[in-house]
């Protein structure tokens, strides 16, 4: 990623099972409010595990197809809308991170023969014919993808560009679904993020968009400023996150933003609840910030939203934006005897803590080892 100044952050846009829009989400957030709720698009009979974090946008009916394009045209649509921006976009870029893109609409279509074209399969169409983009980038980098888009779009605009619209997206698929089911012996009853009984994840699904521009718009106040963003890739396991190289990221980051750890007053955790992702970013934390920081708190919303994958890295970017201006950090749900590795953090438990913040870190970690770290401002 580019080391140019700030970029301001001039729209967001976010739905997920809590909310359709970034202040319903955070206010849903910050009441403690879940989104966990017995499978709706799947046959439960098949699973151990029963419940996800869905949207509930199938009226009843059985599982439609598109639904994360339509959760990316909603997401876009908002930041668009905050940002002031006219359309057709053009050439203004929109990246895109996904996991899994349409995989869901190739299940139905192979499952039942429910109709769906090849070209809908790429976000480009639809970002075409809704938004009239004709510069459309779509990277699938798992869990950490958005802020990986983030990280380009960075570079985009250091290399000369005005306005970059940035996404992430990911809706549940039968076969994740499965693949989780399987590989947890006991199935989570909920999302615990770094607490002693936690089992695991569990799958959520949304969007999240932004609004980059390369200056503050005349008489348009930006919500924020990216400050640094740094990604890796150490390939280290398929599954099992390193933690050296998680916080080789986050010292990269930090370096790239021209900040300390002690500047850093809010930590918006990767935090899935599985035991070896919450153990390898808590020994990471500590390594840069040492076992007890007295000025950073943390927050892991994935209790409340589940995995929102593709959409994470940005969900919590926006996420950490309304707690900057509020000056309150939503708590972490499920949270009541901490893991060794972080006993001694701040993380927000039980209520919203009021906070004065000028600065936040969001981790994002995807399976092989792809670690994205961002460093944002709050408002000037």
């Known amino acids: 990623m580019s080391e140019q100044a700030s970029w301001p952050i ?7 099972a809590i909310g359709r829009s970034p202040a319903e ?6 009441r403690g409010t879940s989104g966990l709720h017995p ?6 009979s098949h699973y151990a595990g029963d419940r996800l974090y869905e949207i509930d946008d199938r009226g009843g009916t ?4 598109g639904r994360a394009t339509a959760f990316l045209l909603e997401a876009v649509a908002q930041a668009l809308a905050e940002a ?3 359309e057709p976009l053009g050439d203004i870029p929109v990246l895109v991170g996904t996991g899994l893109r349409e995989l869901r609409s190739v299940e139905l279509w192979a499952r039942g023969g429910v109709p769906f074209s090849a070209a809908q399969l790429h976000f480009g169409t639809a970002l075409r014919e809704r938004f009239g983009a004709t510069v459309t980038h779509t990277v699938s980098n798992a869990c950490s993808a958005s802020l990986y888009a983030l990280s380009m779009a960075c570079d985009v605009l ?9 996404a992430g997206v990911d809706a549940i698929t039968e076969s994740m679904v499965g693949i989780a089911d399987r590989l947890q012996s006991v ?14 994840t569990i799958l959520g699904e949304g969007a999240s ?27 280290h396991h398929t599954t099992a996150p390193d933690a050296a190289s998680i916080a080789a990221a986050i010292r990269e980051a930090h370096r790239r933003a021209g900040v300390t750890p002690e500047e850093v007053g809010l930590i918006m955790l990767h935090g899935t609840g599985t035991h070896a992702n919450d153990a390898a970013e808590a020994r990471a934390l500590r390594s840069v910030f040492g076992p007890a920081p007295e000025k950073t708190l943390m927050t892991a919303m994935k209790s409340m939203t589940g995995h929102t994958s593709g959409a994470s890295g940005l969900h919590s970017l926006i996420t950490a934006l309304r707690a900057m201006t509020e000056g309150l950090v939503p708590p972490t749900l499920g949270l009541a005897q901490p893991i060794e590795e972080a006993g001694e953090f701040r993380i927000v438990r039980s209520t919203p803590a009021p906070a004065d913040l000028e600065l936040a870190q969001i981790n994002a970690f995807g399976f092989g080892g792809i670690n994205a770290v961002a460093v944002v401002a709050g408002r000037r």
């Open 10 to 16: 001039a729209g967001t846009g976010a739905v997920a």
């Open 25 to 30: 989400i955070f206010d849903s957030l910050c």
């Open 39 to 44: 499978m709706r698009g799947f046959d439960r």
């Open 62 to 65: 059985d599982d439609l197809p």
């Open 84 to 86: 002031g921006l006219d």
């Open 158 to 166: 250091a290399a000369g560009a005005e306005t970059v619209v940035v």
């Open 187 to 200: 199935a989570p009853d909920t999302v615990r993020p770094f607490d002693r009984e936690r089992r695991g």
């Open 209 to 235: 968009a932004v609004v980059l521009r390369r200056t503050e718009e005349p008489g348009r106040p930006a919500l924020g400023w990216v400050r640094g963003v740094a990604v890796n890739c150490d390939a």
